[in-house]
């Protein structure tokens, strides 16, 4: 499958899910989310402190922390995202695009 971005409402969702008592495996198939992305998603949550005891509204309270989160993987898992947007702005800058 294609790489994406997974929108915070599928975020949520899946967290909501998890919550719920649903397994990995039955989340992943019910979004259409691979395995992976489900546990890192809920990894991630629960470096934000959620934890499998927590209240469903717990959620909203997180939003916050665990954007932050999500940005900052984001950032560090893509070192050829950054050095190609660098040289774009390389390229621009020397021949005067726009």
Same mark, same amino acid.
């Given at each position: 499958?294609?790489?994406?971005?997974?929108?915070?409402?599928?975020?949520?969702?899946?967290?909501?899910?998890?919550?719920k !008592?649903?397994?990995?495996?039955g989340?992943?198939?019910?979004? !259409?989310?691979?395995?992976?992305?489900?546990?890192?998603?809920?990894?991630?949550?629960?470096?934000?402190?959620?934890?499998?005891?927590?209240?469903v509204?717990?959620?909203?309270?997180?939003? !916050?922390?665990?954007?932050?989160?999500?940005?900052?993987?984001?950032?560090?898992?893509?070192?050829?995202?950054?050095?190609?947007?660098?040289?774009?702005?390389?390229?621009?800058?020397?021949? !005067?695009?726009?």
């Amino acid at each position: 499958m294609a790489r994406r971005t997974i929108p915070m409402i599928e975020v949520e969702e899946v967290l909501y899910r998890w919550l719920k !008592g649903m397994s990995l495996k039955g989340i992943s198939r019910s979004l !259409g989310i691979s395995r992976n992305t489900v546990r890192k998603l809920i990894t991630q949550a629960q470096q934000t402190g959620l934890t499998h005891q927590s209240k469903v509204e717990e959620i909203d309270g997180l939003r !916050g922390s665990f954007m932050n989160l999500r940005l900052k993987a984001s950032a560090e898992n893509a070192p050829a995202q950054s050095y190609l947007a660098n040289q774009h702005e390389h390229l621009i800058g020397e021949r !005067g695009l726009t």
